[in-house]
T-cell receptor, first 113, second 111 residues
Framework: DVKVTQSSRYLVKRTGEKVFLECVQD?????MFWYRQDPGLGLRLIYF???????EKGDIPEGYSVSREKKERFSLILESASTNQTSMYLCASSPPGAKNIQYFGAGTRLSVL | AQSVTQLGSHVSVSEGALVLLRCNYS??????LFWYVQYPNQGLQLLLK??????LVKGINGFEAEFKKSETSFHLTKPSAHMSDAAEYFC?????????FGAGTTVTVRA
């Protein structure tokens, strides 16, 4: 079974803090993704990566950055957390190709106070 | 750009009744379509997908969906709802790299 592991289920941070959300997958997938999930808005893509050290902006990249130094790990960084970044963050991975299933982690619920 | 619209943010059904969740898509190329389910406090898991071939697709837990190109629809159905079907359901369309998700439909099942 594919496993996508997000390092924290719940996080509480202060406004202005630098926040790291970590994601690791164990299936040697090329593609990795970060989404945020908000009620009534579904999942919105923040960034994705199709190879090590490669990254592409998704639909809502503002206020976020990412890092992919190793194939199995994809980090989401909030340089200076703000209250409007309070959300559920979901990581996913997939093999290459549009037909392929994305596998999701359990999510990190981030609260910025 | 590709997108999906899910009609109805909440659906309430009685146990044993038909579940019908509606999804319409917009795509400039032949679409790859997916339904995902999210149980409380969990990530998303795949219910079923349509890529090519047979337009009626069967998935896990008794769900199925039919791709109708003429109607640009990919509605999800289950003939008989079970209490364990209470969850949020997302329709998604794929382009070369990424998925675009609908806003989601929350299903509640009444005993």
């Amino acid at each position: 079974d594919v496993k996508v592991t997000q390092s924290s289920r719940y996080l509480v941070k202060r406004t202005g803090e630098k926040v790291f959300l970590e994601c690791v997958q164990d299936m040697d997938h090329e593609n990795m993704f970060w989404y945020r999930q908000d009620p009534g808005l579904g999942l919105r893509l923040i960034y994705f990566s199709y190879d090590v050290k490669m990254k592409e902006k998704g639909d809502i990249p503002e206020g976020y950055s990412v890092s992919r130094e190793k194939k199995e790990r994809f980090s989401l960084i909030l340089e200076s957390a703000s209250t409007n970044q309070t959300s559920m963050y979901l990581c996913a991975s997939s093999p290459p190709g549009a037909k392929n299933i994305q596998y999701f982690g359990a999510g990190t619920r981030l609260s910025v106070l | 750009a590709q997108s999906v619209t899910q009609l109805g943010s909440h659906v309430s059904v009685s146990e044993g009744a038909l579940v019908l969740l509606r999804c319409n898509y917009s795509s400039s190329v032949p679409p790859y379509l997916f339904w995902y389910v999210q149980y409380p406090n969990q990530g998303l898991q795949l219910l079923l997908k349509y890529t090519t071939g047979a337009t009626l697709v069967k998935g896990i837990n008794g769900f199925e969906a039919e791709f109708k190109k003429s109607e640009t629809s990919f509605h999800l159905t289950k003939p008989s709802a079970h209490m364990s079907d209470a969850a949020e359901y997302f329709c998604a369309v794929s382009d070369r790299y990424k998925l675009s998700f609908g806003a989601g439909t929350t299903v509640t099942v009444r005993a």
